[in-house]
């Protein structure tokens, strides 16, 4: 038994090469799958992009209460310190001595143990970090928007530069670590923390917009 193998999807036709009917398809098909994974491929990256701005907001949260707590620590310590002197000078105490003295002693311990440690400086990392990412985040959601009005070509274009922006802040972004990483995962999955309702963006609006969206609301439900 002999088979035959249709020959070519392309036919000439007056000098202009065409797809024929099932070429065409298949080139159609082929691009509408490829045009899904780049909107899940943008999805994907959206997503890693919100955790990591969330971990790094939660990373400068957990150390803005742990600079707090120290320098209220150092504070206090320091006030017993010399309320505890100066009392025992007065008063000729030997037990505000020791006090005195096991305070000294615990301050210069914290002094020594976070010299080393600047605080404020990681704070500050970490925020400029977010706030890099918060402008990536945005235009991920400008990116995903305008998705239907662009061609294949047009967003990868812009996922290529978004990718490159993202290194970039990710080459010198400090570490966070794995409490971030859980509470950022709960303040998103549980919380919502990066999202608002429908009820809570129409609050959000200014009065005017507010009774736009109200009037087209009533004008679309009366033309139904």
Known sequence: MTYRVKPFLLVKKN?????????????????????NNLRMQLMEAYGRVVYSYT?????????????????????????????????????????????????????????????????????????????????VREEYISL?????????????????????????????APKTDSKSYEAAQKALKCEEEQFFTADELYQLLPIHLREEITNNTQTNSSQQ
């Open 144 to 172: 995903m928007t305008d998705f239907s009005n662009l061609s294949n070509d047009e967003i990868c274009d812009r996922r290529n530069q978004l990718q490159k922006r993202t290194a970039e802040i990710y080459e010198t």
């Open 15 to 35: 000098g202009i090469t065409r797809g024929t009917k099932n070429g065409g398809a298949f080139m159609e098909q082929n691009s509408q799958t490829h045009r």
């Open 55 to 135: 971990a790094h907001w939660k990373k400068v949260d957990f150390l803005s209460k742990k600079n707090k707590i120290i320098k209220y620590t150092q504070i206090i310590l320091s006030a017993l310190t010399a309320g505890g002197f100066i009392s025992s000078v007065i008063t000729n105490e030997t037990a505000l001595t020791y006090v005195s003295g096991v305070c000294s002693a615990i301050l210069l311990g914290i002094t020594l143990y976070f010299k080393d440690f600047n605080l404020s400086l990681e704070i500050t990392r970490h925020s400029s970090v977010a706030n890099a990412l918060w402008i």
